[in-house]
């Protein structure tokens, strides 16, 4: 064996067993954290990451820089192969891949191909980081360090390239402009220039920069932000099937359980440790954060950010301390640090709309929701404490405890009063039904909301469905409770609610606020309630369709309609396409889209209990979003939930459009169109 090949493994052993104890560590410190099974459902699991993870849709999802960065993840998939290539050429020259017949050809292809978009790729970024300087990517602290890395990569595919180049020229290999499209060429330009024993020192030169700046880099990664080169695939293939918003329910009755919600990193799932590591830092997550993007303190990136530093400081004190060991009086220091406060402001985390745009965003799959209402809970369980904003809070669980309703001054004993006059019966007058309309708190209380209940049970009669209402039976099903902290109570109206369904039988759900919708159909089951839960514009085109509700073609009106995708229809139940279609049955209407629609959609800052919470920072998100929508030039702006009537219709009478602009949900637009 020769002295390059003794002084190549002994590099490649000294690299291998530095990444395996750096590896081991990582791995140990996600051992702190709560156990939570992420190895289910393995074919959807696998259909995501390959969807996810290696076509890179989430990524693609930026025109600008989505197309860079998948040419460059995709560039070291593909050189993987050159990877392999490399250590086995150092053990012994002249081993390589070229057993693999046809298939090596491909390979030598598409190395010299993604070579050269790879180093397009990191130029582009370059400029975009420090030229064009986009304004997510100016991240304090991070500027050379990123740079740094980018020139890494660059440098690795250069190095490559150019050892593939002359490779032919100093070994005499058989290559051809066919199997090598960059490297034949170049190598001949080089090789012309150089001479023979040029091009033989900067193979070496290239063949050892290209091994060791690849080791360096395998290695440098668990020290950096760039660890995600290595854990996004895992996170994504570990990442939520469920709704973005899905949170787990916290067993009380459990033995030995002294915290509730999410104190410290130990009560974080592996999961969200998981996160931290994998965190780009690319700030996507930020720039669709409604809250973020109207002044307040939230910035979704800096929470995981966040998890992950305090991972790195407290993890290994954790390990310490159960192994037996004494803190030193520095490390009780770290240790006696908080996570809430000291590493994330409570105001970010009481500014969160719950929206899950910051989630949907995300290429890799993190999820911030879960864990910054897990961390609500611990402010709200453990130590009743809240912000400014928050301050109606502890009045609106009040009131949730004894009247099962968020707002004040009502009385379980009115929650029918809305259908009075309707001649709809209760399931305690008649449990015989095919459908539960499940009215809501805003749909049973607030007057503009009643008007949508009556609309819709309206529209449900002229079809002839046979439904029922819950009327004083019905409770909140605990959504305002549960995405604000107070889990406890949300846990108690869950279990009251699904009491009262299996005793009348109930199988299936209409509701006509979303949040009421996403939590009937992703929560309760936890519960062991499972119901067909469908949402009221759904079950319009479903009327719409089976001929049940008829349009009167004749009632056409010229009327230009902006449609607000609610996020807990749209992005948490992935449902766009209902809506549009029973507003695309009234005749004479045009649906303009706004710039942001679908699952792009802006929030209109009512979710996760900021409906119940007052804005003094910032802009006011519901009067962004109405301005976009107003922008349109629509004379209708068409919603489908009772929180986002009340938000866009005050952003309607903060521009001053009330006398022009009117907000209608989707039942109420049907309704006048529909033949009696």
Known sequence: MQFENVAFLVVLLAALTYFAMSARRLVSYLRVAKPQVRWDRIPERLQKTFVVGFLQSKILRDKAAGPLHAMIFWGFVVLLGAAIEMILEGIHEGWSLSFLGPVYSVITILTDVFCLLIIVGVVMSLYRRYGAKVKRLQVEGEKVEAGMILITIGSIVTALLVQNALRQHVHGADLAWAVRPVAWPLGNALSAALGASGSSVLFTVAWWMHAVLILAFMNYLPFSKHLHVLTSIPNVFFGPLEPSNHLEKIDFEAEGV?????????????????????????????????????????????????????????????????????????????????LIGEYVSPDALWACTTCGACMQECPVNIEH??????????????????????????????????????????????????????????????ASMDVLFWVGCAGSYDERAKKISRSFAELMQIAGVDFRILGTEEHCTGDV????????????LT????????????????????????????????????????????YIRSLIDSGRLVIDKTSASAEAVTYHDSCYLGRYNEEFEAPRADLMNVPGLEIIEAPRSKDRGLCCGAGGG?????????????????DELLATGATTIAVNCPFCTTMITDGVKAADKVDTVQVKDVSELLLAHVQR
């Open 258 to 338: 002294e915290t509730f919600g999410v104190v410290d990193i130990e009560d974080l799932t592996w999961k969200s440790l998981l996160d931290g590591y994998t965190c780009t830092h690319c700030g996507r997550c930020t720039s669709v954060c409604p809250a973020n993007q109207t002044g307040k303190v939230l910035d979704p990136r800096e929470v995981i950010i966040a998890i992950h530093d305090r991972t790195m400081d407290k993890a290994p004190l954790i390990l310490k301390k159960n192994a037996g060991q004494e803190l030193t009086s520095d490390e009780q220091a770290v240790w006696d640090k908080k």
């Open 369 to 430: 929701v879960p864990a910054i209402v897990g961390m609500r809970r611990s402010m709200v369980m453990m130590e009743s404490s809240f912000n400014d904003e928050g301050a109606l809070l502890p009045d609106v669980y009040s009131n949730m405890e004894t009247n099962s309703v968020p707002w004040g001054g009502f009385g379980q004993a009115d929650r029918a009063n809305w259908a009075e006059g309707m001649g709809i019966k209760t399931a305690a007058e008649d």
């Open 481 to 492: 409770a549960r995405r604000t902290g107070n889990e406890y109570l949300a846990d108690m």
């Open 495 to 538: 279990k009251t609610n699904i009491e009262t369904f299996e005793r009348y039988g109930v199988k299936t759900i209409v509701a006509t606020c979303p949040h009421c919708f996403n939590t009937l159909k992703n929560e309760y089951p936890q519960y062991g309630g499972n119901y067909e839960v469908i949402h009221h514009t759904q």
């Open 610 to 626: 900021r409906m119940f919470m007052e804005e003094h920072v910032g802009d006011r998100v519901n009067v962004v979003r109405t």
